[in-house]
């Protein structure tokens, strides 16, 4: 084959497979996003979404095309960006294609049970019965009120509707799913599914990954055991780990007196104004946000990509479509915080997918062979803004115009950072749940041994039974995010360490204009043609592990007051000396849409703030309370 001939087979070949997938994947997720956002349109359907699913998955399980990719990989250069692009194929057709024929027919077999649980989770009427009366309300409403409302008794209801989530997947579906996945996974050769989900996703099996969290474990078993005594001991005793009390005794009084200051119609102009402060571009990207709580719609937050980013053939850019949507309740206490928190989370998300620079569609979609954890360190690391003391001093803003007061983030810091340990410990429940879950035999799998290992392993974990049941988390039913939480950990420790990386060089993160530019080159980029524990090391010249995040459980409440309380000081300081921009430029189109409902989009609206204002005001018209 002459250089020439070459030349043209691998361009062919690549464009063919670029232009090919990007179709099916954009058909699949326009069926996603229109089934979980309960869309009313007829060409939605638990049918498509299946076919659609199986189409895209067929397409990167052919056999043909992963040994055409290793015929090519042999004849081009090993330095090449056509081999860069070739080498990441061959992980992603690994990742789909069984040799098996067994294995196929259990994939099928378990997208099918998956697909009729789902339904049927989206049927599920939840709620509490409070002062005699049955009062529904979605997973993230019940959640909210077990941690906010002052009543104990109304707390206690909550807490016992959701583990209606439980009753009702183990006997709708869920006990048959898990002995399904196992049997395909093992026909693979994996020990089990979860070693099959976190291979194709990290690149190592379930063994190494918990050598990992076992470490982790480990380190801070001591520490939350201790923040469990003392707490019970401050609070009033044993009744106070109670899971419906835990949370609200930790921090809901000051979480109702915080929420002034994150009104929720506020939350998108304030993740604008903060990302941009950040100097973070979406490259012409165009959003669907769907931030509003309803009926019907799916319940958990995520940011998909109906449209990847990437550089065509001829150096054109083709430019990101997210969709994003997070389940605020206006009205709630502790809605505002809870909004802006996810915002934050998912925005990060499409930040990182919009700016993924690399020759094909397939390094710039979430799933296997891209990292769970690098996925979720972009999201998590932005996030974990919005509990900065310099942060809230700037955005932290009343419908008055005042910004929170020192003393109130004072009492947060005093009240939370003693057991912060415990999100730690409900964090790493879940994959300890689910590695335990997928090495049940089969034979001792049913709905109440399933109900008694997830009580089992909250205790083990958690210490005692969680505010958030287990099995009412929502990942570990779907295909794409059960046997996932682990990327959350990892993530985790990522951020930790990616901060720590950035105080110790800038000082500060806060309206940082390096962080933007910094991310984008070092962990964006690249999307899945790096490993996620290379990017870590390569950004913070260190290999990824706890040492940073139990650095900061092991702080003392003084030292945390004294550093938060300078910041706080030096941003105030700033904000008072200066004026808000009149403009914040993302370089993104943005729809904020509810349902089939457009309610405000920047192309129409003329602007990012006036999109803002014009969301302001339907947030305020449709929740204000007479």
């Not at 109304?154 to 009753?167: H, M, N, P, S, V």
């Not at 012409?284 to 998909?304: E, I, P």
Request: net charge negative.
């Amino acid at each position: 084959m002459t250089a020439s001939t070459l030349t043209t087979d691998v361009s062919t070949f690549l464009d063919g497979i670029n232009t090919s997938y990007e179709q099916l994947h954009r058909e699949f997720e326009l069926q996603f996003w229109g089934t979980k956002m309960a869309l009313s349109g007829p060409q939605y359907s638990t049918e498509e979404l299946t076919r659609t699913k199986g189409e895209m998955e067929d397409f990167l399980a052919d056999e043909e095309k992963l040994s055409k990719t290793r015929e090519l990989l042999k004849a081009v250069p090993e330095d090449s960006v056509e081999a860069k692009t070739l080498k990441m194929l061959e992980r992603t057709f690994g990742c789909y294609i069984m040799e098996s024929e067994e294995a196929k027919t259990l994939r099928a077999e378990a997208t099918k049970i998956e697909g009729g649980l789902e339904a049927a989770r989206n049927t599920l009427t939840l709620g509490a019965t409070i002062d005699g009366k049955f009062e529904e309300m979605s997973s993230v409403g019940l959640r909210n009120k077990v941690r906010v409302d002052p009543d104990e008794a109304t707390r206690k209801a909550c807490y016992e509707g959701l583990t209606k989530i439980g009753d009702f997947v183990t006997e709708n579906g869920f006990v048959e799913l898990v002995k399904v996945r196992n049997r395909m996974a093992k026909k693979l050769g994996f020990l089990d599914f979860y070693d099959y989900k976190v291979s194709n996703a990290e690149g190592f099996g379930k063994i190494a990954l918990f050598e990992i969290l076992d470490t982790l474990e480990a380190g801070t078993r001591p520490i939350m055991e201790s923040a469990r005594k003392q707490f019970a001991a401050e609070k009033g005793g044993e009744s106070a780990l109670s899971p419906w009390n835990q949370g609200f005794l930790m921090s809901g009084d000051i979480v109702r007196r915080m929420d002034p200051y994150f009104p929720f119609e506020k939350s998108v102009e304030q993740w604008g104004r903060s990302f941009a402060a950040m100097n973070i571009s979406y490259k012409q990207a165009t959003m669907d946000l769907d931030l509003l709580d309803r009926k019907g719609k799916y319940s958990n937050g995520f940011c998909h990509w109906p449209q990847p980013a990437w550089v065509k053939p001829g150096g054109t850019w083709q430019p990101s479509t997210t969709h994003f949507t997070s389940l605020a309740d206006p009205s709630a206490i502790g809605s505002g915080y809870t909004g802006l928190t996810t915002l934050m989370h998912e925005a990060g998300h499409a930040a990182h997918f919009a700016n993924i620079q690399m020759p094909s569609p397939l390094f710039a979609q979430e799933r296997s062979p891209t990292s769970v954890a690098y996925a979720e360190l972009q999201s998590m690391f932005l996030d974990s803004l919005v509990g900065d003391a310099d942060w809230m001093a700037k955005y932290a803003i009343s419908r008055e115009g005042e910004a929170i007061p020192w003393d109130l983030v004072a009492e947060q810091i005093k009240a939370t950072h003693p057991y912060k340990v415990f999100a730690l410990r409900g964090m790493i429940a879940v994959p300890y749940f689910e590695r335990a879950l997928y090495e049940m035999p089969e034979e001792d799998l049913t709905a109440e041994s399933i109900k008694a290992l997830a009580d089992k392993v909250e205790k083990d974990i958690q210490g005692g039974l969680s505010a958030r049941p287990l099995l009412s988390v929502p990942h570990i039913l779907s295909d794409e995010a059960s046997c996932y939480y682990h990327g959350y950990v990892l993530a985790e420790m990522g951020v930790h360490q990616t901060r720590e990386f950035f105080l110790n060089r800038d000082k500060y993160i806060t309206d940082n204009p390096s962080v933007g530019p910094t991310l984008t080159e070092a962990y964006w980029k690249p999307g899945n043609s790096e490993p996620f524990l290379s990017l870590v090391e390569n950004l913070t010249s260190a290999p990824l592990t706890g040492d940073a995040w139990v650095a900061e459980l092991k702080q003392s409440v003084e030292d945390v007051l004294k550093e938060e309380k300078e910041s706080y000081d030096a941003k105030l300081a700033q904000c008072s000396s200066g004026t808000p921009d009149t403009d914040v430029d993302l370089d993104m189109r943005i729809r904020i849409v509810d349902g089939d409902s457009v309610l405000a989009d920047t192309d129409e609206d003329g602007g990012f703030l006036m999109t803002c204002k014009k969301f302001e005001q339907y947030v305020q018209a449709r929740f204000t309370k007479a």
